[in-house]
């Protein structure tokens, strides 16, 4: 008795020793992990942020000087800037409502099909669809722009032109008529991004004996699993890909540049806050001017994006 009480005691002894240095040891490794992430972060998100947020009062042409102007770029673009209120705005709402929330639906709507079907066909349509994501810039040449290439070569004209349907060939990536529609069409193509992969992940873990007690409660359908079931189970998922699809919306605002080749786009037709940023940035030199337009699609989107967290947050 008394060997195993002497046992006891050094054991309690040995743990008060080890626990404090596991805790410093554990403490050091979470940094140690954190750092590189945190870091990168910095320089990368932080302080281009501060510095666009600093330039945004400011009249800078990358060459000379910045001088500050105060509030002057924001006051120009909310009451002089024309283009921004009749086309980038407008544009912007109509572009980032299809694509972000059409993106975001269409994706929920994939996932849980691709959900329904066994695993090896599965993996090689969620391979199909997520690879566009990658490869949108490449394809935008080497497929996008002669498909809708605006002679008699483009794969759209010439299957019009054979049809009867055109009697000669469309510049569609030229016509302010059709820019727009294109966009969309093409940034859709590309949405099934990472918020695609998160939402089908979490519908294939989402436990079984739900949907079996679930039946059980009275529920009869498919919409009805869903609804109950579903959306509630993955709601982290579906928050990331609200997220990711509000993001790639506006990430993938210069595709109408991309297409047209042109920045102001055709007309204004494809115009975005992005590309109106850019056009001033790039085209005219006016940094200071541009970094306030930045700093107000910065503002957009962080506003949706809280919109999201509120909407897909767990409610205690």
Same mark, same amino acid.
């Given at each position: 008795m008394k060997l195993q009480e002497k046992r006891e005691e050094a054991s309690f002894s040995l743990r008060q020793i080890v626990s404090p240095l596991e805790k410093h040891v554990d403490r050091h490794s979470v940094f140690y992990m954190q750092a590189p992430f945190v870091i990168l972060f910095i320089l990368f998100i932080i302080i281009p942020v501060i510095i666009a947020i600093a330039l945004s009062f400011t009249d800078f042409n990358s060459i000379e000087k910045p001088n500050f102007v105060g509030l002057e770029n924001y006051i120009n673009i909310l009451t002089n800037d024309n283009t921004f209120t009749e086309f980038a705005i407008p544009n912007t709402i109509v572009y980032s409502v299809i694509v972000?929330?059409?993106?975001? &639906? !269409?994706?929920?709507?994939?996932?849980? +099909?691709?959900?329904?079907?066994?695993?090896?066909? /599965?993996?090689? =349509?969620? #391979?199909?669809?997520?690879?566009?994501?990658?490869?949108?810039?490449?394809?935008?040449?080497?497929?996008?722009?002669?498909?809708?290439?605006?002679?008699?070569?483009?794969?759209?004209?010439?299957? &019009? !032109?054979?049809?009867?349907?055109?009697? +000669?060939?469309?510049?569609?990536?030229?016509?302010? /008529?059709?820019? =727009?529609? #294109?966009?969309?069409?093409?940034?859709?193509?590309?949405?099934?991004?990472?918020?695609?992969?998160?939402?089908?992940?979490?519908?294939?873990?989402?436990?079984?004996?739900?949907?079996?007690?679930?039946h059980i409660d009275g529920v009869r359908n498919r919409i009805q699993e869903i609804i109950y079931i579903t959306i509630p189970a993955i709601k982290p998922h579906m928050m990331f890909g609200a997220i990711m699809a509000i993001v790639n919306a506006f990430q993938n605002g210069s595709i109408g540049v991309q297409l047209s080749g042109a920045n102001p786009t055709p007309g204004y037709a494809g115009q975005l806050i992005v590309t109106h940023a850019e056009e001033y940035a790039f085209v005219r030199y006016e940094m200071g001017y541009s970094a306030a337009l930045s700093v107000i699609l910065l503002i957009i989107v962080w506003g949706v994006s809280q919109l999201s967290k509120k909407l897909f947050a767990e409610k205690g």
């Open positions: 972000g929330v059409g993106g975001y &639906l !269409l994706s929920f709507f994939l996932a849980w +099909s691709l959900a329904q079907i066994p695993k090896g066909p /599965r993996t090689v =349509m969620a #391979i199909i669809l997520y690879l566009p994501s990658m490869t949108a810039g490449i394809m935008l040449s080497t497929v996008w722009q002669v498909f809708f290439a605006g002679d008699k070569v483009g794969y759209l004209n010439a299957l &019009l !032109l054979k049809l009867d349907v055109i009697q +000669s060939p469309i510049t569609w990536l030229s016509d302010s /008529r059709y820019l =727009m529609m #294109i966009m969309i069409i093409v940034s859709l193509w590309s949405s099934m991004g990472i918020g695609f992969l998160s939402m089908l992940a979490g519908i294939l873990n989402v436990n079984k004996e739900l949907y079996e007690a679930a």
